[in-house]
C-alpha cells in the first residue's frame, strides 16, 4: 500500500529538480500565509462579499491587474532562467527537457495570462468610465470572464508541481503535442488551462462590443468616442471571430489526445499541417487583440501630455479597424516554409505588407499630435514617446520578415525572436505599463511616485535594447531558437552574454516598479481632484477611485474631449453648456457567487480531464451544468441605490475638495 | 422616470417623473420601459453570441471538408450514410424550427398556455432528432466505423456530434424556460428569453442544412 502511494506521488507530483522542490516551499509558504494572515485579520468574510463574488467593473479590473503582475512575475523569472542557460557556451544549468517546459510555459504565460488580462483590467476600469456608463452590459458575465481566466491560469500553473509541464512550445504545433510525441499530461494541462480561460476571454469581448454599442452617456457618437474605447471596440470585434477558432482546435486536438481522433496525428490520415493552420488563424489576429488596446492607450496618453487633440482622429479609427480585418488574412507568414507554393506565399506576404500601411498611419499621427504641442514628461507620457522608435524597429524588422524569400532564411531563428519580442514588449507591454501609471490615480485614489517610475522606466528601456537588438545578429548567425545548449566554436557566446545581461536589466527594472507600487502606497498623496493629469476624458469627470455607482447623474456629451471642452469654457468664463440633472435612484446589479463557484466547478472538471479522472470530469462538469440552470432560475438579479445614500456618498466625495 | 443604467437615445434622460424612486411600487410604464431596453441589449449579445458559434461551426465544417477524403482505407461517407433516416430527421428538425416559432406567436398573443404547449412539442421534435442521431452513431460504431477509424470520420463524429450537443443543450435550456414559463407567465424577462432560445434554434436549423448538403449530400453523391 504504502509503496503504492510511494509511486502514484513520485508521478502525480514534479520530483527530482532542486528548483522545483524550492518553488514548491515557496507556493506552500505563500499559501500558508495568506491563509494565516486572513484569519487572524477575520478578513474571509470580506474577501468573499467585496471581493470574490462582486460584479462591480472596476474591482475586477483590478483583480485582473493584480493576477497578471502576478503572471508577468512567473513569466519574467522563466525568461531570466532560459536566459542564464544560454548566457554562455556548454552551460549545464537546466536540462533540455526542463528547458523545453520553461519556453513553452513562458510563451503561454506571457500572451494569455500576462497580456489578456493586463489588457481586460484596463478595459475594465476605464471603459465604462470613459463612456459614461455605470457598469459593462452583463456585470454577471463580466464576473464569469474573470473567474475563468483566473481558474484557467491556475489550471496551467499547476502543471509546473503536479503532472509536469508542458512543453511542446507555446502553440503545442501537432503532432508534437499529440499523444504519440507528448504521453504526459502537461499537454492536457496546456489545453485545459487555454480552454477555460478562452472561454472567459471570448464572453469579455462580447460584453464590451454590446457596452460599448449600447451604453455610451447620452449624446456621445461613436466619432466622439474616446480612442482607447474605439480600440477596445476593434480589438473586441477580433476577439469574437478569433477566439472560437481557438476553442476548436483546442478541442480537436483533445480529442485526438483522448478519444484517439485522427485531426493532426501522422497516422490514420490525420494533418498536422491543419493544426498550424487552425492555431494561427487565432494566433495571428490574437497579436492584434493585445496590441491595438496599446495603441488607444498611447492615443489617449500623447493627447494629454501634449495637451492638445489627437492627431487625426478619423484616420486612427479606420486604421484600427483596417487593422482588425487584415489581421485575419495573414495567418500563413507564420510557416511560409510549409511550402504552399509562390503564388499562397506571395498572398500572404503582401497582406502582411499591408498591415505596416495603417501602422504608419498612427504613428505619424502620434508625432503630429505631439508636434507643438506642450509636452509634460511624467511616466506615462515616457513610455509612450520610447514605444514610438521601438515600434517602428519592431515594425520594420516584421516587413523583412514578411518577404516570402527571404523568410526562409529568417524562419524559427533569434531574428525572429528578437522582433516579436520587439514588438510585444515595445508596443504591448510598454503600452500596458503606460496605461497602468496613467489610470493608477483613477483605480486607487493615489499616482505611482515619479521618480521610481523613472528608475524603471530607464531600466527597462536600455535593458530591453540591451537585450534584444544582439539577438537579431544571432538570428543572422545562424542562432535558431529554442536551442538549450550550443558549444563555443559556434561564436554565439559574446552576443548571448550581453542579450542575458539585458535581460536582467529589465527584471531590475520589474523590482523597480514593484518597489514603486509599495512605496506609493505607503507615502504617496491622495490625489482630491479626480483629474490629476489634466485629462481629456469622461473617466476624470468623477471622483477617484469612482463610487459603486461611477457617475451620479450621467454625463451629456457634445464634444469629442468632452471633458476637456467643459473645463476650457469654466477656465474662459463662459457658462457650462451642461444643465443640471436631477438625481434619481440608480438601477444596480446584485452581487453574485456562481461565478466562482461555476469556474471552480470548471477548474474541477478540467483536472478531472487532464488525469483522465472522471470521478473529478463528471462532477465538476454536473456543477457547471447546475450553475447555470441556477443562474437562469433567478429572477431577483439587481437593485435601486436610493437617492439619499448617493447624496451621502457624493458629499463625502465631493466634500474633500 | 428612473434613471437608467442603459440607454439607447441621446437626452431621455431629460424627462423627469414625479414618481421616481416609487420602484417599491413597481409596474409603473417607465419601469417597463426600462426592462425592456435591458432585455433587447442582452437579445442584441446574443446575436454576437450566435456569430461567434458559427465561427466555431465554419471551423469545424473546413476541418471536415480537409480530411473528409482521408479514410485511410476505412468505411467512406458513400458506404456509411443511410440516407433515408437522414431525411427524417432533417424534416423533424425543420418541423421543430417551424413550432418554435409557432411558439413565439402564441407569446404575441399573450397565450402562455399555447406558448408552453409549442415549446413541449419542439422538444419533443428536437428529442426525436438526437434519439435519431444517437441511433445513426452507434449503429456506425457497430459497423467499426468510429472516430479513432480515420481522420474522415474523426471529422464527422466531431461536426455533427458538435451540432447534436447544441440540440440536446437546447432541449435543458427549454425545458427550464417551460418551468418559468409556467411559474411567471410572459413578462419582459421571459419574453426575451422565448425570442433568444427560438434564435438559437433557427441557428441550428441552419446549420443543420449546411450539414446535410455538405456531409450527407456530397457524401452519398
Redesign the interface.
Known sequence: MLEKIKEFAGDFFVTGDPLIYGADVSIALALISIITVLTYFKKWGWLWREWLTTVDHKRIGIMYIIASILMLFRGGVDALLMRTQIALPDVHFLEPEHYNQIFTTHGVIMILFMAMPLMFGLFNIVVPLQIG???V??PFLNSLSFWMFFFGAMLFNMSFVIGGSPDAGWLSYAPLSELSHSPGVGQDFYIWGIQISGIGS?ATG??F??TI????????KLMQMPMFSWSVLSSCVTI??A???L???L??LF??RY?????F?L?????PM?YVN?IWMWGHPEVYIVVLPAFGIYSEIVATFSKKKLFGYKSMVFAMMIISVLSFFTWLHHFFTMGSGADVNAFFAITTMLIAIPTGVKVFNWLFTMFRGRITFSTPMMWTIAFIPCFVIGGMTGVLLSVAPADFQFHNSYFLIAHFHQVLIGGVAFGYFAGLYYWWPKMFGFKLNEKLGKWAFWLWNIGFYVCFMPQYFLGLDGMTRRVSEYSWDMGWGPLNLVSTIGGFLMGIGFLFQVWQIAHSIKFMERDTTGDPWNGRTLEWSIPSPAPLYNFA??P?VQNQDDWWEDKQRKANGLPSTK?P????????PKNSAIPFIMSVCWFVAGFGFVFDWLIFAIPGMIGV?ICL?AR??S?DTDY?I??DEIKRTEAALRGAN | MLTRKFKTRPFMAAHTDTAHGSHAGGGHGHDEHHEHEHESMKTFGFWLFLMTDCILFATLFATYIVLKGNTNGGPTAHELFEMPGIIASTFILLTSSFTSGLAVLAMHKKNVKGLIMWLGVTVLLGASFVALEVTEFIKMVHEGATISTSAFLSGFFTLVGTHGLHVSLGLFWMIGLMIQLSRRGITPVTQRKVNVISLYWHFLDVVWIFVFTIVYMMGVM
Open positions: 456608463a455605470r457598469d452590459a452583463y471570448l462580447i460584453n462590443i454590446v454599442l449600447k451604453m455610451r452617456a447620452p449624446g456621445m469574437i471571430f477566439f472560437p477558432i476553442t476548436v482546435t478541442a480537436l480529442l485526438d478519444l484517439g481522433a485522427h485531426f496525428t497516422d490514420g490520415g490525420g494533418n491543419m487552425l447623474t450621467l451629456q444643465k440633472q436631477p438625481l434619481e435612484p440608480i438601477h444596480m451544468f440552470l437562469s432560475f429572477y435601486y436610493p437617492v
